[in-house]
């Protein structure tokens, strides 16, 4: 089978395209691509929580080790940014993760990063993707006798990353605000490091390890975090909420009521704070489904805001040659300057309960003084598990301007960068994509309120559907 990477690399059901046999395929040619420009190639490689995970991982190490790649392992389960931070770290030319961060439990992936402590680019993911042969063998050799070797030697990415976080923030202050802050890990692989960094004023849930997720996508949307919010609503202590996916990379959060805090509204909190508080500078870097309401933030503060096709590698390429202080998606993928220019949603809660400790402000007012610059708004978006005959249909007709309107919603103007997003007057948007990593059509939609952002959601999907 062409084995193929997609938004954020190679995704495959287990067992089926997933297999140890596929997977030394992919890291006979990641071991290629180290090689070609290297003396002494070098990869950091780790899994998350997922079925399989030291099992592939071990594949992929006894790949690479029998090319001659010298290899840091993570014994155990750690998180996409760890596996970054690492690459940074050790100065290895790649990073592997095997991750297939918030698709459903019955897949497992592939994810390659690249020496600055980021997404590979997509050239370099091309080259990768083109050096895939048809079979790949896989080394006799035991784990230990490359050790001996001097090929492999194990790391604890973990620690590395506690010391980064202790040594970045003021955790004293986050640690003794007096606040206690509500954590989900979605059975994931932010569970061990959040529960280290904060071990007396976190109250947390599915922090034990579940290949299966119990049958969730570890997405963290409000439709897959219904348990959180009633935990945080029925309690009387927790002020802050937040839940990361399976490899930690996103970030979704709660307000102390119990409602969703989207990616839009976190981007515009660390903007905020970052720049107006801590007075850093640089640009702004978002993908395309972000709301425009990051556009007018920026033009209050005067802050350069670039807008990307969707891929958190598209940020992190301008984050890597460029100056910029927050990069960001609308699926809960953001980065901010002072870090690596990777998604990391356990960082991103340190950035926003730091900015509640040092104001001694709740969430809810630090959320209003946003609001007095940009306005209120709400965001929501549908994913239609749809045929592939519907879905096709449904694109056609976006690149061949066939929708004219939305039923009672006339569309003023659209834009294309990627996907197609109509701006429907009243400040209110959707838009239409096809995901990158799961067969599945996705609609966006925001509005002045939640009435209005379900109103056009039904509207478009009706239209769609049709």
Known sequence: ?????????????????????????????????????????????????????????????????????????????????????????????????ITASHNPPSYNGYKLKSSYGGPSTPADIAKVEALIPEKAEIPATTMEEYQQQGLLEIVDLEEMYFKHVESSFDMNSIRNCGLIFGYDAMFGAGQNITRRLLPNNLVYLHCDENPGFHGQAPEPL?????????????????????????????????????????????????????????????????????????????????????????????ICEIMVNEDVLVGGEESGGIAVKGHIP?????????????????????????????????????????????????????????????????GKFSIERKEDIDGWKYFLGDGAWTMIRASGTEPVLRVYAEAKDRESVIDVLETVKATLLN
């Open 222 to 314: 409000h439709k897959n975090l219904q348990e959180f919010s009633k935990l945080i609503k029925h309690s009387t202590d927790i002020e802050f909420g937040f839940a990361t996916d399976g490899d930690a990379d996103r970030i979704g959060a709660y307000d102390p009521d119990g409602n969703f805090i989207d990616s839009h509204h976190i981007i515009l909190l660390l903007i905020h704070y970052l720049h107006k508080y801590k007075g850093m500078s640089g640009k702004v870097v978002i993908s395309f489904t972000v709301s425009d309401k990051v556009k007018k933030l920026c033009e209050h503060y005067n802050i350069p805001c670039v807008v990307t096709p969707v891929g958190f590698k598209y």
């Open 342 to 406: 990777e998604r990391d949603g356990v960082w991103m809660a340190l950035v926003l309960m730091e900015f509640m400790a040092k104001t001694k402000q709740p969430i809810r007012e630090l959320i209003e003084e946003v609001y007095a610059i940009v306005g209120a708004f709400d965001y929501d978006r549908y994913d239609l598990h749809i045929s592939e005959e519907v879905k096709q249909k449904v694109i056609s007709n976006c690149r061949n301007d066939v929708y004219k309107n939305f």
């Open 1 to 97: 089978m062409q084995i193929k990477f997609g938004t954020d690399g190679w995704r495959a059901i287990i067992a089926q395209e997933f297999t140890t046999d596929n997977v030394a395929r992919v890291a006979y040619a990641t071991a290629l691509w180290v090689k070609e420009d290297n003396k002494n190639p070098a990869v950091t490689i780790g899994h998350d929580c997922r079925f399989g995970g030291e099992l592939f991982m071990q594949t992929a190490v006894k790949v690479l080790c029998g090319q001659g790649v010298k290899v840091f392992m993570h014994k155990g389960i750690c998180s996409t940014p760890m596996i970054s931070l690492g690459c940074r770290k050790l100065k290895t030319n790649a990073g592997v993760v």
